[in-house]
């Protein structure tokens, strides 16, 4: 974990291909051009063109978009707004995104809070079976929804949440926690124990230790399971689709497969306008922490 | 400050921790209070859930209507159903053909970004995109460039490119459509892997390939003898997670055809909601879900064994 936090200092590694190869003349211009930039700029192309096809599609007015004889499929003469106006205004979209925002926050609130307790148990106040149940944690992340969904649908059909975002709020976690607190394990590990000694010594009790001294220490950890919580739970569709029924109460990505997908004509410009607001908030968040998110990412890997 | 507080005179200014803060400090209880958040949500939304759903693939419980249990009727059942036997062979192939081509082109992408690129850190931001969208939004994204009609490929291989005479039908014909989710899904799945593998090659020591170049090892030699045995326990865990979650996919597969044409893409996971949640036989879906657990135990072992193959390298110090 602890190499993986600093990954904005330059590696050792850097250099390698930087000294070695020109030492030894392997490496000319021309061959790194044709070795290392056209297949990454290929890579690129290929990972990026979605993203710029959805884009370009939300605003094309609707004659340009089925028309590739008299238009440039890759361009828009006439941007236009018109796809963005139908979805916010016409249908329930912006209900939609406030669901979804609630429920990725209620389920990331939930899961930061129960991961962080387990994960200090586990780790700081060492008790017998204290691997095992970090195994059984472990375990349980390895259990995919798409085996629970139909048992957990009877389970909250019975506790009477059925078609509540209180059922997602209280089922993601059972996705989030394994997986959170496996961060936070790893993160509290970096913390060195004397600190703790020293303030029981002081005389601080073990919620003042963790409230005081744990936790703002693991500061970075907390932000970067939080972050995952929050996208794990925004991208979330089984649960959402099996739990919830009534249009207004769905998330936005269950929202648009089946609300907005509606006969045999499809909307192509307003769906792809849903598609890509839908990703936008998280593309945002992930934009502002995309260090946090990478070195836990690769962290998690490591463990 | 001043002197005139000595060991005889001094009184202890320290309050008396009340009750409740000594009921906080005893050990025992402090692990039950910090365990029960996690451990109430994980019985009562994983564990109980698993029984249960084991316990419904035994019965016939339909939506609305508790089941009997009906032992091995529903397992007996499936195994005479075509519909099933191919989402059985169409989720491994699915499954191996995702992984492997992900895994090529991950490692691949991983070494190109280990070569001292400028901007790489952007880059890696870049690349990480198609990963943390919401796996249906760029699926309807795919939908819509695997549209028989205007699918973009189709435009610029025929009236650019001049390659073909006609549209390709991705979503058309069982084994276009195959082909196309599995695109789908390795296209989403390569910046995971590229990412974690090249935080491990920045693990490796650049001394190794310095020892191996002065005596005299090929770029490949270099490759196959130093990067891959040193990446093999990061791989290893990757891999077991990319098998487990590709086996175990949903999304992708329900957002582009919902295992049509004619049932031909079904995975066991949407074969099992089909059933289960819109056909309303919960116990059958139940017993197809149930049927995946047996492959998913077999990748949990086999990441096992990885590990403790790398153990075993290192010379085991845990």
Known sequence: MSNAVNTGVPNPSDYTEDDGPQVMAWDSGARRMITVYLPLACFLLILLFPFYWMTITSFKPNGELLDYKNNNPFWITSPTLDNIRKLLFETSYPRWLVTTMGVSFGATIISLFSSVLAAYAIQRLRFRGSKWVGLGIYLAYLVPPSILFIPLASVVFNFGLFDSPWALVLTYPTFLVPFCTWLLIGYFKSIPYELEECALIDGASRLQILRRITLPLAVPGLISAGIFAFTLSWNEFIYALAFISSSEKKTVPVAILTELVQGDVYQWGSLMAGALLGSLPVAVFYSFFVEYYVSSLTGAVKE | ?318
Not at chain 2, 56 to 77: A, C, R
Not at chain 2, 202 to 218: C, F, K, V
Not at chain 2, 235 to 248: C, I, M, N, P, R
């Open chain 2, 1 to 318: 400050m001043s002197g005139d507080v000595d060991a005889s005179t001094w009184v202890a200014t320290r309050r008396k921790p009340s009750a409740l803060e000594r009921l906080f400090d005893n050990k025992a209880f402090l692990i039950f209070i910090c365990l029960l958040p996690a451990m109430g949500l994980l019985l009562v939304f994983l564990t109980y859930p698993l029984g249960l759903g084991i316990w419904m693939s035994f019965t016939d419980t339909k939506l609305g209507k508790p089941g009997i249990w009906v032992g091995l009727e529903n397992f007996q059942y499936l195994m005479e159903d075509r519909v099933f036997l191919n989402a059985v062979w169409w989720t491994i192939f699915y499954t191996a053909a995702a992984t492997a081509l992900k895994f090529a082109l991950g490692l691949w992408l991983a070494l190109l970004l280990n070569q001292n690129v400028p901007l790489k850190s952007l880059l890696r931001a870049i690349i990480l995109l198609p990963w943390i969208t919401p796996t249906v939004l760029s699926a309807i994204a795919f939908w819509w460039i695997y549209d028989p009609q205007f699918s973009i490929i189709s435009y610029v291989l025929k009236d650019r490119l001049h390659l073909i005479d006609s549209n390709i039908d991705f979503l058309g014909t069982p084994w276009n459509a195959r082909w196309s989710l599995i695109f789908a899904n390795v296209w989403r799945g390569i910046p995971f892997v590229a990412i974690s593998l090249l935080a491990g090659l920045q693990t490796i020591s650049p001394s190794l390939y310095e020892a191996a170049m002065l005596d005299g090892a090929s770029s490949w030699q270099r490759f196959r003898r130093v990067t891959v045995p040193l990446l093999m326990p990061i791989l290893a865990v990757v891999l077991t997670f990319s098998v487990l979650f590709t086996f175990a996919d949903f999304q992708l597969v329900y957002a582009i055809t919902r295992g049509g044409p004619i049932n031909s893409t079904h995975l066991m996971a949407t074969l099992a909601f089909q059933r289960g949640i819109p056909g309303g036989s919960l116990g059958e879906g139940a017993a197809i879900a149930v049927s995946m657990i047996p492959f998913l135990i077999i990748a949990t072992l086999f990441s096992y064994f990885a590990i403790g193959q790398r153990k075993w390298q290192q010379g085991g110090d845990e």
